[in-house]
């Protein structure tokens, strides 16, 4: 079974300041990955998606995250934080069949102004 | 509006009672998953159907049943509950496998 190991379960940013949240799976190649996010008292929305088309996924609101098959990682970035983007996000990857999902522990993003 | 509903949102029961959390998505998806999210384990995927009549078990199905009669319904049954099955739980559906889901806004379930 894959797994997924989000490192930081709290990242503190100043406004501004550049975004990284950390992902990397385990084991063989997984043919979809997702950064999703949540928000306070909400359910999970979708920032980005990977489907091997290319290795440099831009998402919503200036988010990116970078495949590295030889890192087995899948980094989100953002150039500069924004105070709405304090949320909880979540990297997930499929298994080989796409319909299994394994979630990270996700990261909690405060933005301090 | 396109959208995943949840019914209850909030549950609070007892042990061993039998209840029921409906899941209903109106974009015609195929696929739909159940989740149940806890402190410090992100989410685990409890079961999924590819399709109608067509379920799976996902990372953590004990305890748990589900059925898929109708394309655009879900339901998450707990035969028994324990409360160890005390978690905020997250309906989700997308066009197909591999596709990003939509997720519902979460049924949060207490077992004393």
């Known amino acids: 079974a894959q797994s997924v190991t989000q490192l930081g379960s709290h990242v503190s940013v100043s406004e501004g300041a550049l975004v990284l949240l950390r992902c990397n799976y385990s084991s063989s190649v997984p043919p979809y990955l997702f950064w999703y996010v949540q928000y306070p008292n909400q359910g999970l929305q979708l920032l980005l998606k990977y489907t091997s088309a290319a290795t440099l996924v831009k998402g919503i609101n200036d988010f990116e995250a970078e495949f590295k098959k030889s890192e087995t990682s899948f980094h989100l970035t953002k150039p500069s934080a924004h105070m709405s983007d304090a949320a909880e996000y979540f990297c997930a990857v499929s298994d080989l069949t796409g319909n299994q999902f394994y979630f990270g522990t996700g990261t909690s993003l405060t933005v301090i102004p | 509006e396109a959208q995943v509903t949840q019914n209850p949102r909030y549950l609070i029961t007892v042990t061993g009672k039998k209840l029921t959390v409906t899941c209903s998505q109106n974009m015609n998806h195929e696929y739909m998953s159940w989740y149940r999210q806890d402190p410090g384990l992100g989410l685990r995927q409890i079961y999924y159907?590819?399709?109608?009549?067509?379920?799976d078990k996902g990372d953590v199905p004990e305890g748990y049943k589900v059925s898929r009669k109708e394309k655009r319904n879900f339901p998450l049954i707990l035969e028994s509950p324990s409360p160890n099955q005390t978690s905020l739980y997250f309906c989700?559906?997308?066009?197909?496998?591999?596709?990003?889901?939509?997720f519902g806004p979460g049924t949060r379930l207490t077992v004393t």
């Open positions: 989700a559906s997308s066009p197909a496998m591999g596709y990003e889901q939509y």
């Open positions: 159907s590819m399709n109608v009549e067509v379920t």
